[in-house]
């Protein structure tokens, strides 16, 4: 701007310097009047003209500093809302290490019940062992008793290690519940602010190809922390799918979300950024309606193409008859419906469901909890399933066990009738043979002294 002032200048500068020299050579009679009086107009124009330049010049400052000024103004913006989401990202870091740690402690806490189960059944098999070892003439009636007595402490440990499990349990799913919704929280802050930062970027840029790249970006990221595994619970550009339609055309969604009992859903990334970013930038109200209007026509084209592609058809997909279309900036989501009140319509007539971060979000949130509930169900079946079987078992060790003391009452009353037949009554098998051995009957062994003094008590050997 300063050289046009300049450049102004030395033209008006050599305009005044040449009309005295005419002027001079008037006085020496070198040039006429008519001349002299059309070098005094020629004078007088160029004034105008500097005068209107320098007007322009003075509007073209204005207008350099205003854009400066809204530069700087946008500048700082953006730098305050990237320390805003650095804060934001660091606060979820926080989150994601104190899940972390809670998983840590909720491993230990099952390993270390799985140790006091191995414990429990480790002192059991060896209650088992000593209860084998032991002599037969010990099953009494008593020793019965006993038997309950040494188990009952098993079945209080048994006891205790189901209500610990209960306990467990339930205090992580409170704690997990309310530290989801806290991270819940910070992650909608935090998509927020990014999408704001992302779209403030690519305003300026205006380069299509990477607001086409960070929409797919911002999909990813929301799915990582939705809780939703990659390639568990869902799969980028059909990978491994091979959809392909009966004409023979290869599909490839941005995403498939597997759902229990094989079933999908599809989600695409569209990014509708040209007009609502000359709309963010009108500077007047007709400019920005008509930039609003231009937005929803480029919203509702994408549903129509979107439409088009008919997922829902294909044979390897087993999906609602609709397609989610996510749209990766929270404001233009909003400008969009608040702009066109039948959008949502228009869209599900063709089958379509938009979704801004935020919906999308909750959604994958709410499929990620069914996720979790089809895996308490099937942990929840399969602990029911063992616990029948070691039931079953237990009971038919019980009665095993039953059993056995019944054989060692009878061989306990057999064994009492043999012992009587030896030393007990008149003419007993002991005190003969001891009566023999006094009669003179050689023997290399003597019978025990306590059977002895028994058989004595009451032998007497009658005369014949």
Request: proline letters at 2%; aromatic letters at 6%.
């Amino acid at each position: 701007m300063d050289i046009l002032s300049i450049a102004v200048g030395v033209g008006v500068g050599l305009v005044i310097f040449l009309i005295i020299y005419l002027l001079f050579l008037k006085k020496t009679e070198l040039i006429s009047e008519d001349d002299l009086e059309s070098l005094r107009n020629s004078e007088r124009l160029l004034k105008e003209e500097k005068h209107d330049l320098e007007i322009q010049l003075s509007r073209i400052e204005e207008r350099a500093n205003q854009s400066a000024k809204w530069l700087e103004e946008n500048k700082q913006e953006l730098n305050t809302t990237e320390r805003a989401l650095i804060d934001a990202r660091e606060n979820l870091s926080a989150k994601e290490q104190m899940i972390k740690n809670l998983d840590e402690k909720l491993n230990n806490q099952k390993e270390e019940l799985n140790n006091m189960n191995e414990t429990m059944r480790k002192d059991f098999e060896l209650l088992a062992n000593k209860i084998f070892e032991s002599k037969s003439e010990k099953f009494t009636k008593e020793n019965k008793i006993n038997l309950e007595q040494t188990l009952a402490p098993l079945k209080e440990k048994l006891s205790e290690f189901q209500n610990k499990v209960e306990t467990t349990h339930k205090d992580n799913i409170e704690k997990s519940a309310t530290l989801l919704q806290q991270i819940k929280n910070l992650k909608d802050l935090n998509e927020q602010m990014s999408s704001d930062a992302k779209h403030l970027t690519e305003a300026l840029k205006g380069d299509s190809k990477t607001q086409g790249n960070w929409g797919e970006l911002v999909l990813e990221r929301i799915l990582e922390r939705s809780g939703l595994r990659k390639g568990d619970n869902y799969i980028t550009q059909g990978s491994d799918m091979g959809l392909e339609g009966d004409d023979g055309k290869k599909y490839k969604p941005d995403v498939i979300i597997k759902l229990p009992e094989d079933k999908h859903i599809v989600i695409d990334s569209k990014v509708s950024l040209t007009s609502y970013e000359r709309m963010v930038n009108a500077e007047t109200e007709d400019e920005r309606k008509k930039a609003a209007i231009d937005h929803v026509k480029s919203v509702r084209a994408h549903v129509i193409g979107l439409s088009g592609k008919k997922y829902h058809y294909l044979n390897e997909l087993r999906s609602p008859d609709f397609t989610l279309m996510f749209l990766p900036i929270e404001a233009s989501f909003s400008i969009a419906v608040q702009t066109d009140y039948e959008l949502f319509n228009f869209a599900w007539d063709k089958k379509i469901v938009i979704v801004s971060p935020t919906t999308l979000f909750a959604t994958l949130k709410t499929i990620a909890s069914i996720w979790k509930q089809e895996n308490y169900q099937r942990n929840a079946d399969e602990i029911a399933r063992q616990g029948g079987a070691l039931y079953d078992k237990f009971s038919s060790f019980i009665a095993d066990l039953n059993s056995i003391g019944k054989k060692i009452d009878d061989s306990k009353r057999s064994y009492d009738a043999a012992l009587n037949k030896l030393v007990e009554g008149k003419g007993n098998l002991v005190g003969r043979a001891e009566k023999l051995r006094e009669l003179g009957a050689k023997t290399t062994k003597v019978i025990s002294p306590d059977l002895l003094d028994q058989a004595n008590s009451d032998y007497s050997l009658e005369e014949n």
